[in-house]
């Protein structure tokens, strides 16, 4: 009886520990630094591209790549607040089609690898994204 309560003593201490040592996905991207640095790669990349640029012509690149750091660092457990409109209202009467929204995840994924994250990492933000895309594609 005495061996069994030490190895669940064992067990529980090590699902504890491993949990404790677990990374966040806001860790996993670098927190804020590196994920500013992902999103304004991403802006540069989509005004290098002439499917999307367009969408781009009129916005502040500076405010929107700090919108976009706020709103991945909140959406992956980071102390940040997104304090922008939500996506709906921020994407009206653009027009963006499935073209438009992918054209800038392939930009956001070129940006990831260019800053060496994971693919496991890259799905596990995309997954995040992904619900979005009903409300920023209107066609």
Do not use: W
């Amino acid at each position: 009886m005495r061996i069994l309560k030490v190895i669940i003593s064992a067990l529980i201490f090590n699902f504890f520990a491993l949990n404790a040592n677990a990374q966040s996905l806001y860790e996993k991207l670098g927190e804020n630094p590196k994920i500013h640095k992902i999103m304004v790669r991403t802006l540069e990349l989509s005004m290098e591209d002439e499917r999307i640029a367009f969408t781009l012509e009129r916005s502040d690149l500076d405010r929107l790549a700090q919108l976009l750091t706020d709103q991945t660092c909140e959406l992956t457990g980071g102390p940040c607040k997104y304090e922008g409109v939500d996506m709906k209202k921020a994407h009206v009467g653009l027009g963006l089609t499935t073209g438009h929204f992918n054209a800038l995840v392939e930009h956001l994924q070129q940006a990831m690898r260019e800053e060496n994250i994971s693919n496991r990492t890259q799905n596990q933000l995309l997954a995040l994204f992904a619900p979005m895309h009903r409300d920023v594609v209107e066609k």
